[in-house]
């Protein structure tokens, strides 16, 4: 079969299943819909001999195999034409297959089908614990136009080579003050951290934690040194705010307080409280050091450095930072 045949066969199979999702509601449902769509396209292909199998892994890529054609099945209930789809990782990826093609079902407004080929349909990154690709019917300018490298291409790069194409195009669309906070570039059976499902509250942990992230953010953000009134021009909290909520889930409503307040600074009242906070969380400061991953320094510093550096490192940024007052001179001593 043919590229142009099957693209027929799918015209024919899209106008079928639009006058049944309009006739049968039971079709809107996901796997009622995907299963819909593999009985017709058996029936669309039986007099040519091709066998699809009725009985797929319910984790592989694409859903439907037809010789060396996979289809894709999405279905919305909204009256638009875009959804998220697989990992960019496509680690489950049946390799027999060489063209894929999406199927969607829009069961928002009036009920409709519609097929595209994936490459074209392909128009942006979004992050869950990985990322993953989004699709939309009729887009004006695939995602691996944006990226400059064919689908096919992109497709034999390894996850460190795609996952280079990905930040790029992330960065490139970040407003000032935000961050990236997916950084891995190993597939998702590889993967060693994903963010909690649930949203915790800072005040709520257990006194372990608290100092153990409060450590980790003092250390990405040498920033939270400097004077109260550098605020907007420094981000001076912004950064650890982000950090903590979108790596580990945590919100911190008041996080100057993480830093500054008496409660952190010991029982003393006046003078340095950042300084006397910085202090009693030393070693767990060191310990960051030594284990956070690579990727977080290159997107909070900038740069990585070897983890016997990262504590010298934080000292001269966090010079630059402080008024007044040298962390070099009290810190780490």
């Known amino acids: 079969m043919t590229k142009r045949e099957f693209e027929e066969l799918l015209t024919k199979a899209c106008a079928r299943l639009t006058k049944e999702v309009r006739a049968n509601e039971q079709y809107h449902v996901p796997n009622k819909f995907e299963n819909r769509v593999r009985t017709v396209l058996v029936e669309l292909t039986h007099p040519l001999a091709y066998k699809i199998d009725t009985a797929p892994n319910a984790q592989a890529f694409p859903d439907i195999i037809v010789d060396e054609f996979g289809v894709e099945v999405k279905v919305v209930h909204t009256d638009g034409w875009r959804t998220i789809s697989n990992s960019v990782f496509e680690g489950s990826?049946?390799?027999?297959?060489?063209?894929?093609?999406?199927?969607?079902?829009?069961?928002?407004?009036?009920p409709e089908v519609r097929w595209g080929r994936y490459e074209e349909?392909?128009?942006?990154?979004?992050?869950?614990?990985?990322?993953?690709?989004?699709?939309?019917?009729?887009?004006?300018k695939s995602l691996f136009a944006k990226f400059g490298i064919s689908y096919e291409d992109f497709c034999a790069l390894s996850p460190h080579e795609k996952m280079k194409h990905v930040r790029s195009y992330a960065r490139g669309r970040l407003k000032k003050g935000e961050r990236l906070w997916w950084?891995?570039?190993?597939?998702?059976?590889?993967?060693?951290?994903?963010?909690?499902?649930?949203?915790r509250l800072y005040m709520n942990l257990e006194k372990a934690e608290k100092r153990q992230l409060r450590a980790?953010?003092?250390?990405?953000?040498?920033?939270?040194?400097?004077?109260?009134?550098?605020?907007?021009?420094?981000r001076k909290y912004t950064d650890a705010t982000i950090y903590l909520l979108t790596y580990h889930g945590v919100l911190c409503p008041q996080t100057r307080d993480l830093?500054?307040?008496?409660?952190?600074?010991?029982?003393?009242?006046?003078?340095?409280?950042?300084?006397r906070a910085l202090k009693d969380i030393e070693v767990e400061m060191?310990?960051?050091?030594?284990?956070?991953?690579?990727?977080?320094f290159v997107e909070y510093w900038g740069a990585n450095f070897h983890p016997s550096r990262r504590i010298k490192e934080w000292l001269k940024r966090a010079d630059s930072f402080a008024k007044g007052w040298r962390p070099s001179k009290v810190l780490f001593k």
Not at 216 to 233: D, F, M, N, T, Y
Not at 286 to 296: M, S
């Open 93 to 110: 990826r049946d390799p027999s297959v060489r063209y894929i093609y999406v199927v969607f079902g829009k069961m928002g407004g009036t």
């Open 121 to 140: 349909c392909v128009v942006h990154v979004r992050t869950s614990h990985v990322p993953r690709f989004e699709v939309e019917i009729g887009a004006e």
């Open 286 to 296: 060191k310990k960051a050091a030594d284990e956070l991953e690579d990727a977080l």
């Open 216 to 234: 980790e953010a003092s250390l990405l953000c040498p920033q939270i040194v400097g004077p109260s009134r550098a605020g907007k021009k420094t």
């Open 259 to 275: 830093f500054s307040a008496g409660s952190v600074a010991g029982k003393d009242r006046g003078g340095n409280y950042v300084a």
């Open 183 to 199: 950084l891995e570039d190993k597939p998702e059976r590889e993967q060693e951290h994903s963010l909690p499902l649930e949203v």
